[in-house]
T-cell receptor, first 116, second 111 residues
Framework: GAVVSQHPSRVICKSGTSVKIECRSL??????MFWYRQFPKKSLMLMAT?????????EQGVEKDKFLINHASLTLSTLTVTSAHPEDSSFYIC????????????FGSGTRLTVV | DAKTTQPPSMDCAEGRAANLPCNHS???????VYWYRQIHSQGPQYIIH???NNETNEMASLIITEDRKSSTLILPHATLRDTAVYYC????????????FGTGTQLKVEL
């Protein structure tokens, strides 16, 4: 079945630094990937839709200059949290849809970001 | 702007069927009903999806009402490993269409 790999699974960074999270579709090509954010005991909040070869589409209220998304190939999308602050600490999850006979949306295992 | 509503929590005895309801009264004609579950600190796992017919796979059954305004996910023989947050969501068939999540149901399976 379709597999989405997300890396790193955990990262701790200092305030003011930037962090890049990778999302790869391992056995299929994904023209579209999605990035979510999840706070403790809360639901997934869609941040943006990542489109291969074009600009990402951000949801209302999400700062595009803060959360840079790049979808340079059909199997890789990256989310960069720029100038991270403690309030950016969260669980970030990507998903993709694609692959022959794929039934729906496949999610990565998530990245736990802690900004200190 | 979630388009689905679910009870916040449910309990189920191990070995019994778990029936998780979902209301989606504003569903459009070409929207599928998708069910995912999330175990703590992991990405959501696909369970099942359907358009209007009832569906069954190795994990669960999905019952969709005739008017498609609600559905029920059935785990026929719940185990402790089924303890998770279950999300009901709506999605279109196009590859670029996004899934948005409501608050989900925390299912707790107990001995």
């Amino acid at each position: 079945g379709a597999v989405v790999s997300q890396h790193p699974s955990r990262v701790i960074c200092k305030s003011g630094t930037s962090v890049k999270i990778e999302c790869r579709s391992l056995d299929f090509q994904a023209t579209t990937m999605f990035w979510y954010r999840q706070f403790p005991k809360k639901s997934l909040m869609l941040m943006a839709t990542s489109n291969e070869g074009s600009k990402a589409t951000y949801e209302q209220g999400v700062e595009k200059d803060k959360f840079l998304i790049n979808h340079a190939s059909l199997t890789l999308s990256t989310l960069t949290v720029t100038s991270a602050h403690p309030e950016d600490s969260s669980f970030y999850i990507c998903s993709a849809r694609g692959g022959t006979g794929t039934y729906g949306y496949t999610f990565g295992s998530g990245t736990r970001l802690t900004v200190v | 702007d979630a388009k689905t509503t679910q009870p916040p929590s449910m309990d189920c005895a191990e070995g019994r069927a778990a029936n998780l309801p979902c209301n989606h009264s504003t569903i459009s004609g070409n929207e599928y009903v998708y069910w995912y579950r999330q175990i703590h600190s992991q990405g959501p796992q696909y369970i099942i999806h359907g358009l209007k017919n009832n569906e069954t796979n190795e994990m669960a059954s999905l019952i969709i009402t005739e008017d498609r305004k609600s559905s029920t996910l059935i785990l026929p023989h719940a185990t402790l490993r089924d303890t998770a947050v279950y999300y009901c969501t709506l999605g279109l068939t196009g590859g670029g269409n996004k899934l948005t999540f409501g608050t989900g149901t925390q299912l707790k399976v107990e001995l």
